[in-house]
């Protein structure tokens, strides 16, 4: 068994710092702009605090891959091409992407800097991604979250690449890169803005008896009533009426998070090369603890022990966790 | 300049085969279309219900006069879908219209369209697949207007043409979940085909009775009915070649007379808003996207 390695979220500066000196094998992270799939206001790197932070994270052994895994629409196509050649400047070691165009731009302009196919890019088959490995010399995929385990070791058989696979976060229940409910709710993109569920529309109104709805934009998306804690309003995670069902459900799924700790040594055994870290909106806090409890839980299985997972509930969405699609198919 | 082309996407809901035998057929006879997208987009376990059926529809549209194209798979994940995307790029007879970059793998120089699942953005992504065989673009629902006339100025350079859906509930979201099945506590496994029972989607409305959201298993539609009638003019004038309408259980014949009728501009665009107004579409209609604004919202075009 190959060592996977570990690949943490940066979202700011000090979480880059946090997550290096916490043993993340590699950090991924985006520019202050559209062109990365978390574009959210107080988060990523201008292009000197990324330039110091490659210089850190280097020094410290730990590889800075680059988000630029947004579609640009046609028009604004130049930020996205800055934005790539700023990450080649500065040193990165990799590039996460999703559009077919920015890949070809990398691809002819940098080749000799690695590209991963982002989750972004919703390659499910081994066709999909033999694909981009075919015509951009793609280095590795990071799955989407729909696949079991046997079916990633399946995959894994079948393609030419190395396998990143999210173990731990958020939980989105759309196949990435193929949503656009924000963009119909609110009018930004997640896909062309790198925006989802924006905080600006975002809405927290109380009835007279202490009920709490969470709005977005001029849309419901769940109510709680005041024994229950009041969740953000992610559309996919809200609760609605339909008439085949008895009262008001998550129609989608309930705010939940990933945690794969327990199907870890599974999934190192089926051949995933990476293992994913989501939470580039989370503090430094809750960085330094999934990394750390995770970097121990790699290092154990790999030296033959049973992995000893320190309890992340505390950090999870709703205090509720889940193995999703990966565990078994009546997920779906 | 090439005479606007009216299409009408795939059947996205699970309508039972006489219902699609009947659709076709007036379609076939009735409607003023030019280009016909077939085949199963969004649920794979639905195929076997029409898939004997294929064969004699496509040949009653091509006899009167449409273009028939097969629309592929848009989530491609089990081997046996992987083989249904296998032998679809293998057909000889009938063009192919791809939702999925499976598809893109077996179909190395040989001619396809590029389906609205599909995401292509911007004109370098246009151009890249152009390289790689494409010939047709529809254009995710999402696009702004401004970003649309840059993609078909450059779609002319290329030589290729573009679509854009100008009717009907608005493809969303995918997801590997099947959203009908869990309404009706169960799983994608053994969902029964419950599906069936909600020919335009199953609503999905906010807890305060708002209608909001439109599921058809895996993937999630607007609510709102998309209406493009106003913006024909500036689609046709940046050259946007082809308009598609999505099916509906709404008369279609109607609704490809009334678009017809507004590309030809032998009626204005208040008349065919008034001829839409009367066939009892049941929800408000929308043009946000086009508009950069929220999709679900309507911007009235000033006249």
């Known amino acids: 068994m190959n060592r996977p390695e570990l690949v943490c979220p940066a979202g700011t500066p000090s979480a880059m710092r946090t997550a290096v000196d916490a043993g993340a094998d590699a950090v991924y992270c985006g520019f202050q702009n559209a062109t990365n799939a978390r574009n959210f206001p107080g988060l990523n790197f201008t292009v000197p605090e990324l330039e110091r932070s490659v210089a850190h994270a280097h020094a410290g052994g730990t590889k800075v891959l680059l988000a630029v895994n947004t579609f640009p629409p046609a028009g604004k196509v130049n930020l996205w091409k800055e934005a790539v ?9 990799a590039f996460i992407v999703a559009d077919i165009g920015v890949a070809a731009y990398i691809h002819k302009n940098h080749p000799d800097i690695r590209l991963h196919l982002s989750v972004q890019a919703a390659a499910s088959t081994p066709e999909a991604i033999k694909f981009y490995c075919r015509e951009f010399n793609v280095k590795r995929v990071v799955l989407p979250r729909i696949m079991t385990v046997s079916e990633i070791k399946t995959m894994a058989s079948e393609i030419p690449c190395e396998i990143e696979t999210f173990i731990f976060g958020n939980h989105g229940l759309m196949v990435e890169g193929r949503c656009s409910l924000t963009n119909y709710i609110t009018g930004l993109s997640t896909n062309m803005d790198g925006v989802c569920s924006p905080a600006a529309q975002v809405q927290y109104v109380k009835d007279d008896v202490g009920n709490l709805s969470t709005k977005l934009g001029d849309f419901t998306i769940d109510c709680f009533s005041c024994d229950e804690n009041a969740g953000y309003p992610t559309i996919c995670k809200g609760r609605y009426l339909t008439p085949a069902h008895d009262g008001a459900y998550y129609a989608f799924e309930e705010p939940i998070s990933l945690n794969l700790s327990s199907l870890l040594p599974d999934l190192m055994a089926a051949g995933v090369t990476a293992l994913k870290i989501e939470g580039r909106q989370r503090s430094r806090a809750y960085v330094k603890s999934v990394v750390t409890a995770y970097r121990k839980a790699v290092d154990s299985i790999m030296d033959g022990r049973n992995p000893q997972i320190s309890d992340l509930l505390a950090l999870t969405e709703g205090q509720k966790e889940t193995q999703g699609a990966f565990k078994s198919k009546t997920w779906r | 300049m090439m005479k606007t082309q009216l299409t009408i996407a795939p059947i996205l809901f699970h309508w039972s085969a006489e219902q699609k035998l009947d659709f076709y057929a007036r ?110 673009f529809s254009l995710p629902p999402e696009l702004p207007h401004n970003s649309i006339a840059i993609l078909a100025a450059r779609a002319k350079e290329l030589g290729v043409t573009i679509e854009v859906q100008v009717f009907g509930r608005v493809s969303l979201a995918l997801s590997a979940r099947c959203y009908h099945a869990r309404a009706h506590g169960r799983i994608k496994d053994n969902c029964q085909f419950v599906c069936e029972e909600d020919f335009d989607g199953m609503p999905l409305n906010t807890l305060e009775k708002e209608e909001f959201l439109t599921i058809n298993g895996i993937q999630t539609l607007s609510h709102t009915y998309l ?58 209609l929308s043009n946000g996207f086009w508009h950069g604004r929220p999709g679900h919202q309507w911007v009235d075009q000033i006249c």
């Open chain 2, 27 to 136: 379609i076939a006879d009735e409607a003023p279309i030019d280009v016909v997208y077939l085949g199963e987009v969004i649920c794979s376990k639905r195929t076997p219900f029409f898939e004997k059926h294929y064969g004699e529809v496509a040949e009653r549209l091509t006899r009167a006069g449409k273009t028939v194209v097969f629309s592929t798979l848009a989530e491609v994940m089990l081997k046996r879908e992987r083989n249904m995307i296998a032998r679809f790029c293998d057909l000889e007879d009938y063009e192919l219209e791809v939702n999925d970059s499976s598809a893109l793998w077996h179909l190395e120089k040989k001619p396809y369209r590029i389906g609205s699942l599909m995401n292509v953005y911007n004109e370098d992504t246009m151009a890249y697949l152009v390289g790689k065989g494409a010939t047709h």
């Open chain 2, 227 to 284: 209406n493009l009638l106003g913006e024909l003019d500036d689609m046709k004038n940046m050259g946007v070649t082809h308009f598609r309408l999505a099916p509906h259980t709404q008369d279609m014949v109607a609704v490809a007379k009334i678009f017809r009728e507004a590309l030809d501009t032998t009626a204005s665009v208040k008349e065919s808003s008034e001829k839409l107004a009367t066939l009892g579409i049941p929800a408000p």
């Open chain 1, 85 to 93: 050649d700023t990450g080649a400047r500065l040193g990165i070691d």
